[in-house]
């Protein structure tokens, strides 16, 4: 999956799938950090507060369906 530039959509999914996956290796899930790391490598991967909002409740429903 990508948008235009690979940024903001994409780079939701992917942080999406990083949580997920620290979820299930850690038990815990802690957004902002791998974000701030994704952007370190890629400087504006994701975009808008709504796509943060996204993802946070995307985990937080990931999680709370288990």
Do not use: N, W
């Not at 959509?9 to 038990?27: K, L, V």
């Not at 952007?39 to 796509?51: E, F, K, N, P, S």
């Amino acid at each position: 999956m990508s948008g235009s530039a690979g940024l903001g959509r994409s780079g939701t999914f992917m942080a999406i799938d990083m949580g997920i996956q620290q979820y299930e290796a850690e038990g815990v899930v802690d957004p902002l950090k791998y974000m701030c790391e994704m952007r370190q490598d890629r400087g504006g991967i994701i975009q808008t507060a709504d796509q943060y909002i996204y993802i946070h409740r995307a985990l937080r429903d990931y999680i709370t369906t288990l």
